[in-house]
C-alpha cells in the first residue's frame, strides 16, 4: 500500500511539474488583460511572474505601463529604471520611460529616452510613433527646427492627420504662416471634425492677418461644435483681434459656462477685461485662475500687475513676492519688484530685482529702462549709459 501511494504520489509531482507555467507565460497573460485594459488583472500577472523571476525584464517593463496606465507615474518610474538596470539595451524600457516622463513634465529626460529608444531599435515597429512623440517633446520644448527635422523622419506611410498638425505647428511658431496653413488645412481634411485641428487653424490665420477667415471658420466649426470650449475661446481671440471686445467676452465667457475649471480661459478673459480697464473684473478672473491653477506663476503675476492699477501696492507685491518663489526665473515679476522698491526709495534692492531681470532676459526693455534709471539715481553714469543705451537700441528694432 505503502509503495503504490509513494507511486501515485510521484506521478501528481511530474504532472504538476508539467503543468506549471513558466513566469513568461504568466507575463504573456499579463500582456492580454492589459491590451484589453484590465489593468488590475494584468499587474496581478505581472506581480505573479516576477515573484517567480524578479530579473524578467519585459515583465518590469509591463508592469512599468500598467502603472502609469493607472496614473501612478512614480511608482511606474521605478518598474522602467528596474528594467533598464537589469538590461540598458532594452529599447521598450527607454521608450516608456520616455513616456513616463512627459506625464511628469520632465521634458528633457523623455527626450533622451526616446532618442536611446530610437538609436537601439530604429525599426522598431512603433517607431514612428516614438519618433511623433519625440518631436513633441521637443515641440513643448520650444526647440521647433528640430522637432521638424524628427517628423520629418517618419515615413509617409505613417503620417497621418496628428503628424499634419504637429508639422503645422512648429511652422506657426517658427513664424512661418503660410506652411503653417498648408498643413493644418490637410490635417483638418482628413479628420474634420477635430475641433483642436480647427482651433490651431483659426489662431494661425489670425497671426496671419487673416481675421475674417478665422471667424467665418469658427463660426462654422461651432454650429457643427456647440460644446466646444476651445472653439469659443479661438473666437474671443479672433474677435479681439477685430477690435470687437464685448463679442470677444461674449465668447470667453461662452467658454467658461462650458468649461468653468478652465483657468486658461479665466486668465484670458482677465486679460481682456484689463486691457478695456475693468480692472475690478479682471481681478475676479486672475483670482479665479490662480485658484484653479496654483502654481502658476503668470496667473499671479497678472493679478498683480491688476492690483498696481487699483493703486494697492501691498497686494501687487506680495503677489510678485508668491510669483518669484514659485518660479525663480519670472522676469516680469522681478521687473515689478524692482519697481516699486524703486517707488519706495529702496534703490539697492530695485537694483538687485532689476539686474536679476536683465540676466533672466537681456532684452528685456522695461527692465533696462527702470534700471538705467536707478543707476542715474545711484550715481553709477557709465551703467546707466549701458542699460538705457541698450533700450534704445531695443525700442529703435522695434519699430
Known sequence: MSALAVSAGLISLIAFVAHAETPEAIAEKGVAFLDAGKFDEAKRQFLQALKINPNLVAAQNLMGVVLDQQGRHNEARSYFKKALSLDNDYAPAHANLGLNAVQLGDFPLAAREFRRALKLDPRAQNASAIRYNLALVLYRSGEYDQSLQVLQRIPNTAR??????????????????????????????????????????????????????????????????????????????????????????????????????????????????????SYEKSTVEYEAASILDPKNASYLVKEGRNWLRLQQAAKAEALFQRAVALDPTSAEAYVNLGKLASHRRDDATAIRYLERAVNLQPDNSAALYELGLTYGKTGQPAKAAAALKRFRELKASAQ
Do not use: C, W
Open 160 to 277: 497621418d492627420a496628428e503628424y499634419f498638425a504637429a508639422v503645422g505647428s512648429n511652422h506657426r511658431e517658427l513664424r512661418q504662416g503660410q506652411e503653417a496653413v498648408a498643413n493644418l488645412e490637410k490635417a483638418l481634411a482628413m479628420d474634420p471634425r477635430n475641433t483642436a485641428f480647427l482651433y490651431d487653424l483659426a489662431i494661425t490665420l489670425i497671426q496671419n492677418g487673416s481675421v475674417p477667415e478665422a471667424i467665418d471658420r469658427l463660426l462654422s466649426g461651432v454650429k457643427d461644435n456647440p460644446n466646444s470650449a476651445e472653439l469659443y475661446a479661438a473666437l474671443g481671440v479672433a474677435y479681439y483681434a477685430s477690435g470687437n471686445d464685448p463679442k470677444a467676452a461674449d465668447n470667453y465667457q461662452t467658454a467658461l459656462r462650458l468649461e468653468p475649471d478652465a483657468a486658461d480661459l479665466h486668465s484670458s478673459l482677465g486679460d481682456l477685461y484689463f486691457a478695456a480697464a
